[in-house]
């Protein structure tokens, strides 16, 4: 695995399983191949000084959380919408609303909102 792909590797891993420390992260990677812990904690640190990560804790007990620009925000969204579409359809949208409604409540009130304000400017178009 090249330099890019482990930092996109661990950032994921964070993402999904957040917060998270280093041991863990790298449990989650040893499962596809053997890396060192002092390897991941190198790029945990990386993410953390590019603002891609947010490091929070103790010295021996660091925990590591996504720190979600605009820009990833949006990427990650596209990439996850594209994805559950492509194989879904409706299903897929029902699902979708589930789960933000499991997740956070409150969520699916603000969708609504984007989703009235979506068809009122395709109105004035």
């Not at 482990?6 to 964070?14: D, G, S, T, W, Y």
């Not at 399983?17 to 640190?45: C, F, K, M, W, Y």
């Amino acid at each position: 695995m090249e330099k890019g792909g482990l930092k996109e590797k661990v950032l994921r891993i964070v993402q999904q399983h957040g917060p998270i420390s280093a041991p863990d992260v790298s449990e989650h990677l040893r499962l596809e191949r053997e890396i060192s812990l002092n390897a991941v904690q190198t790029v945990l640190n990386r993410l953390v000084v590019q603002g891609r990560l947010v490091r929070t804790g103790t010295r021996r007990r660091y925990v590591y959380e996504a720190q979600l620009s605009d820009a990833l925000a949006k990427e990650t969204a596209t990439h996850a919408a594209m994805d559950l579409l492509s194989h879904s359809d409706e299903a897929g949208l029902a699902y979708f609303v589930e789960a933000i409604d499991r997740v956070r409540p409150d969520a699916v009130e603000k969708l609504e909102r984007l989703l009235q304000e979506r068809r009122a400017r395709g109105k004035e178009s």
